[in-house]
């Protein structure tokens, strides 16, 4: 049917080309930009241009699932997908306004090292540390799942092969170039993944409504005239599908959601640490603003995308004639005549990501919303990201570089989170509570063996996905919000707040947060109950350690071992299994999605009322606070002769 | 303000790119002001997000924007325009405000 390059399908060849150069390129620049010292392996030596940091942030931020999946989502969602545009945009302005110059100013490596440092507490640094783990590596296991599938999909490499080799290039920047290394990296991937984004939009936007600007064409109507939203909404409510304009979701869930979103984004360590790489406080807003820029290229598009792709799809899928020949591929669908089915069709339901069963018989395929009727049985939501090249008449090679932009999304995000879980263990773990006496080549050193580490266990995750990796954006953002942004904004811009308020408000907005969201998306059972007494009893046995000498550790040493106790009757099954929520149990009809932003109101509330319950923080830790709402570095607030 | 004055008395020659004091009222009046101008800006955050995508989207989607009810897009398109502009305003103005009060970090 089709000519081959070197015995390769042309698809395949330009893949395969793609990757490969892609990746070549990744680790080009990592041995260009190799890191030194402990200052450029965690913020790239506080030497990034704002541009380039929004650049780094942009790629950082937008993972597989934004790249692939947002449009795809949104064209099954409809109004009810604003959620995911607002919220993952909104928070920059949150980030900018209340949170990165500030920490920037403060100018140290870590998110930890800020809640250490403003707490004057090693147990609330050790409990920010343990979130910052939790939330990056739930984030990350579903990066790795996303690379692998992106392989195992277009290149028919085996889905754990693709995982293991999208680990090893990730690995080998990180490791070498650290923040330096992963910011360059990052720059380029976000050119490429925004160019193989954009190009098949254009040429979609083009076909459908006649514009080349999808954010034009979005507001538009079609080439035959007809209004492009008001159609869509009409077809699929004939088809019996919900409208496209009017949403599903309740008023309180949709504004809980989109909170929960913004205020995680705003909270989510690999895009705070981002910030820390700028060379002074005001590059850290400049810097926001840009990556917002980058971002909203990306974010503008998609919901376009997302309309032109679902009415294409009923425009030139719905009642066609369906061919044998050319799913044996024995026939052109250009040969076919009017009313066939489009050739793409055919192609990826070979993937396995479409599929057709033609129930009545007829030879045509009718797409309903009716399960009984409906004869289009697969529909992967990525369909409407990867089909556009071919439905736009786009070249081959087209296809190709829309893959290598899939896995540009995942591993410059994997990378991210690999330098938060590698700087949370060696600096603020190891460092600064272990083993206080580290060199800084020591702590390099841990740095990178846990940059490997991390990685081992990404591919287990990746491999073998647990099962909160479907919930990963409940539970990193709705966790993020409930635990890092209250005690970071309230550190900022209330100097009354002390360590027993931060404490207080991480462990409840955390504990809160996560059993709602296990409740209904996992379920509290035996193993599961198991597992949480595992992770309480390591995070007591790390407080015991590090604590030790400050004060009595001991009962936290025996409750661990209690726990410990539990976790081993969770594993045997010996616990009850609490059957998962279900939706209409939802307190105040808020998804676990949308829980995170009662959390952090919660957390907020407890951390107050906690602070003002007992003493003030200490006179330097306010002089601090007021340090870092300056953001000059020779400027200091004089308090008159009483000092 | 004893400190202050022996801190500027012995550093004569640093002039404007030395290390300077400022007074404990002069910081209270920038941060006063930051305070407010983040206010208002999220403020205008709050009205094209929650306000006119979620909230108020029904009123609003009697009017349109080109084919597009005018709510929907807000939530699908214009409310991402209106922080990218945020952002930019609040860095412009918040640099004019910390030069003002002379706690910008410029060089030199």
């Known amino acids: 049917m089709e000519s081959t390059i070197l015995g390769m399908t042309p698809t395949v060849f330009w893949t395969a080309f793609f990757v490969i150069s892609t990746f070549g390129l990744y680790i ?84 930890p090292d800020f809640v250490g440092d403003r707490y004057y507490s090693q147990a609330a640094r050790i409990v920010a540390v343990i979130c910052a783990l939790f939330i990056s590596f739930t984030y990350i296991a579903g990066q790795m799942r996303g690379t692998g599938i992106a392989f195992s999909n277009f290149l028919g490499v085996p889905i754990e092969m693709g995982v293991i080799i999208g680990a090893i290039i990730v690995l080998f920047y990180a490791v070498l170039g650290g923040m330096k290394g ?80 913004m205020v995680g984004t705003a909270g989510l360590p690999h895009v705070i640490i981002r910030f820390f790489t700028v060379p002074k406080a005001s590059d850290a807003r400049k810097s926001a603003g840009w990556a917002l820029i980058f971002i909203a290229i990306l974010y503008t598009t998609a919901p376009a995308v997302a309309v032109f792709a679902r009415a294409n799809f009923i425009e030139t899928v719905n009642e066609s004639t369906y061919s044998i020949d ?21 192609n990826w339901e070979r993937t396995g990501l479409l599929g057709f ?16 009727t409906n004869e289009v049985t697969t529909l992967d939501r990525d369909i409407f990201v990867l089909a556009n090249p ?35 263990v060696s600096h603020d773990l190891c460092r600064k509570v272990l083993f206080k006496n ?109 604590l030790k000498g400050e004060s009595d550790t001991r009962p936290m040493f025996f409750g661990s071992l209690a726990l410990f106790g539990v976790f081993l009757l969770g594993a045997f099954g010996v616990l009850p299994d609490i059957a998962p929520g279900t939706t209409d149990q939802w307190i105040l009809g808020i998804s676990p999605e949308g829980f995170g932003a009662v959390g952090m109101v919660i957390a907020m509330a407890t951390a107050i009322v906690t602070s003002l319950a007992t003493a003030a923080p200490p006179r330097e830790v306010q002089d601090l606070v007021e340090e870092i709402r300056i953001p000059s570095a020779k400027a200091h607030v004089s308090h008159g002769p009483a000092e | 303000m004893a400190t202050s004055d022996l801190h500027s008395g012995a550093e004569p020659a640093a002039g404007a790119s030395g290390d300077h004091n400022i007074t404990e009222s002069a910081f209270k009046a920038y941060w006063k002001e930051n305070l407010s101008l983040m206010g208002i800006l999220l403020g205008i955050w709050f009205a ?9 989207r029904d009123f609003l989607d009697q009017f349109s924007i080109g084919t597009a009810p005018l709510g929907f897009w807000f939530a699908q398109q ?12 609040y860095s412009f103005m918040m640099h004019r405000i910390e030069r003002k009060y002379d706690v910008d970090d410029d060089e030199g």
């Open chain 1, 28 to 111: 080009g620049i990592a041995v260009w930009a190799r890191a030194a010292t402990t200052d450029d392996f965690y913020v790239a030596g506080h030497d990034i241009h704002p541009v380039f940091n929004g650049m780094a942030t942009a790629a950082d931020w937008m993972s597989a699932a934004s790249f692939l999946s947002m449009a795809g989502l949104i064209a099954f969602m409809g109004y009810d997908g604003s959620v995911f545009l607002m919220g993952w945009t909104g928070g920059y302005v949150l980030l900018a306004l209340l949170l990165a110059p500030y920490l920037r100013k403060f100018g140290k490596f870590t998110v």
């Open chain 1, 182 to 261: 992963v910011t360059y990296t990052q720059v380029a991937q976000y050119c490429v993944l925004i160019f193989a984004f954009t190009v098949p939009a254009i040429f979609l936007s083009m076909q459908i409504t006649g514009t080349p600007i999808p954010q034009l064409g979005f507001i538009g109507t079609t080439t035959e005239g007809v209004p492009l939203l008001a159609n869509l909404d009409r077809t699929l409510t004939d088809l019996g599908f919900t409208s496209y304009l009017q949403g599903q979701k309740s008023m309180l869930d949709m504004t809980a959601i989109t909170l929960a979103l």
């Open chain 2, 78 to 89: 214009g409310a991402i325009y209106v922080f990218v502009i945020l952002i930019f305003v």
């Open chain 2, 48 to 56: 094209v997000s929650f306000g006119a995508g979620i909230l108020f």
């Open chain 1, 357 to 372: 069963t033609d129930k009545n018989g007829d030879g045509q395929i009718q797409y309903r919303a009716d399960a009984e």
């Open chain 1, 438 to 546: 580290m060199t800084d080549t020591q702590e390099l050193l841990v740095a990178r063996f846990a940059a490997v580490g991390a990685v081992l266990v990404a591919i287990y995750a990746g491999i073998n996905p647990p099962g909160f990796v479907a919930a990963v954006v409940a539970f990193a953002f709705g966790l993020a919000a409930a635990s890092f942004f209250p005690v970071i904004f309230l550190g900022i811009f209330w100097k009354r707040m002390n360590k027993e308020g931060a404490i207080a408000s991480m462990v409840v907005g955390l504990s809160i947060t996560a059993a709602y969201i296990v409740h209904f998306k996992i379920g509290f059972s035996s193993a599961v109950l198991g597992a949480c007494a595992l992770i309480v009893a390591a995070v007591l046995m790390i407080l015991h350690f590090g």
């Open chain 1, 326 to 346: 050319v799913a044996r591929g024995e026939a052109e669908a250009a040969d076919q005549g009017d009313g066939a089915t489009p050739q793409w069709f055919y």
């Open chain 1, 390 to 424: 071919e439905i736009g008449n786009l070249p081959g090679w087209v296809i190709g570089l829309v893959v290598a932009g899939g896995l540009a999304a995942a591993l410059s995000t994997a990378a991210g989170l690999l330098m938060v879980i590698s700087s949370a």
